[in-house]
């Protein structure tokens, strides 16, 4: 392709909006262009780039035996408000009427079109298992898009769907389609870690997410230092936390605390560490509807509540949000001295939970429900019908799980990460709901088992520059790069260096090598400029050097050049051939 017949406008200027590197140089570099909030065009360099990223996606789910479709951008409304989520998806689901009235959505993701396309046509489990993907167009509307491509509202995704009679079998699919995308990332050049991860809206349960290492990224990721352990803080766990000091010794009793409100002050105050004391979290769960209901939280005082693993516990809650002293009040319950005695009875909650740490533990100190008074002496033991589940949030230090398991002292540590792949273990969520099931061994009715795997496909355009680049510009791998090499002619107007080039340009072709011919009459340095701005792989430059018996081969990685002699024309090729490869 020459430079000068193909569709490609840089620009000097950075768009006013972008924060990240990868929207400032796409946009720079021609590839997109913002035609409304969170909504672009693909240009011909990104589209190439698109293409590629989707050949490769396709290449290795098809690889792995899952078949390609392609579902309707347009959904109707009534799918998804059988599966319960049309409410509860919030304002992010595009609504719209046609000109009958009729309601539909914009799909941001197909679970309930795979569903009923799949409850149509498999019933039995001899059919089974099935994987149908697509890569198509989603829609997502974005209260505050931002980051270029990294959070549109309108976005290119694939997205996958398996079904299953057993569980099983859906287990072997979902570490099938961990090494899948292990490999698609892998293949496009990625620092990567998959990692477990809070299934969020979508449901389910074994969740994994694709993070793409870069300090740009709006995840924290929890990664061991010893072991290949790694988790968002919404599903991160770490080893039993074990104590620096030893349990304070007492008999259990009442014991008058004066405006003691704070872990901080109740530690102060009986000169213990606060790994003895319990810190109460209330929060109040909202449901679809805007019921309520009061919801508890019981952790260690030296440890942090996660918000998202809390949520998960109120089933059905949409939301956690903080209640004021006045709704605790009239309860009964007083800020800093909440506790569990008689905190059902006080509060006719549901919903009262205790850490997963905190099974059996003893020498406690807690709120006594009553204002200025604790209780010491607290055995967790003597209670029944505790309700405990991983509720804290684990800190940089702590001790990977994985590794004590094996006598090793694995520390956790904090990473950045862009969300580039999601996979999950769906189980029966959206098949019961719709009533979508297949006849079992014994002729019986049973809802499928269902797994979910997604990448975000025009997202990982801007990834891979989020961790390739440089202050030039963009740093393109070898099977992403629009194009493999750019041939550069120093002087137009010298024919010596025109028809050289031509030749390489024309052999290049002729062996099917990418090659884009910078064929414009601009300056060497505006030439220069633009390849490193764009980031093709390499550049040929071929200027004065050529009366000197060599051209000079140009590395965009490190911008090293590299003296090419040109006295054997074949020689020169196979050697251009042998860098690019």
Known sequence: MRFSKFFIHTLKE????????????????????????????????????????????????????????????????????????????????????????????????????????????????????????QINLKFRDEIRPRFGLMRGREFLMKDGYSFHSSQEDLKREFDLMEQTYSNIFSELGLDFRAVWADSGAIGGSGSKEFMVLANSGEDTICVCDKCSYAANLEAAKRAVKLPNAEAPQADFAKFKTPNITSIELLSEFFKIDSYWTLKAVAKKAIFDGGKTQIAFFFIRGCDTLNLTKALNCCEGANELVDLSKEELESLGLYAGFIGPYGLRNLSNSPYIYFDEELKDAKGLICGANEPDYHFVGVDLGTFSNLEFKDLIEVQEGDLCQEC????????????????????????????????ATFLDELGKAQPFIMGCYGIGVSRLVATIIEQHHDEKGMIWSKNTAPFSIDLIVSNLKDATQMEFATKIYEKLLSLGIECIFDDRDERYGAKMADFELIGFPYALVVGKSLNEGFVELVARKDLQKEKLDISDFETLIQTICARIA
């Open 14 to 133: 950075a768009p006013k909006d972008a924060t990240l590197k990868s929207h400032e140089y796409l946009v720079r570099g021609g590839f997109i262009e913002q035609i409304g909030s969170g909504i672009y065009n693909f240009l011909p360099l990104g589209k190439r780039v698109l293409d590629k990223i989707k050949t490769i996606i396709k290449n290795n789910m098809d690889k792995a035996g899952a078949n390609e479709v392609s579902l309707g951008f347009v959904t109707p409304a009534s799918l998804w408000q059988n599966s319960g989520r049309y409410e509860r998806y919030g304002k992010e689901l595009l609504r719209f009427k046609d000109r009958k009235e009729n309601d539909f959505v914009l799909g941001p993701t197909h679970e309930e079109v795979i569903t009923e396309l799949v409850k149509s046509k498999i019933k039995s489990y001899k059919q089974l298992p099935i994987h149908l993907y």
């Open 404 to 435: 004590a398991k094996s006598g090793k002292e694995g520390k956790l540590y904090f990473t950045k990460g862009i969300e580039a792949g999601h996979i999950f273990q769906l189980g029966t969520k959206y098949s019961k709901a719709l009533g």
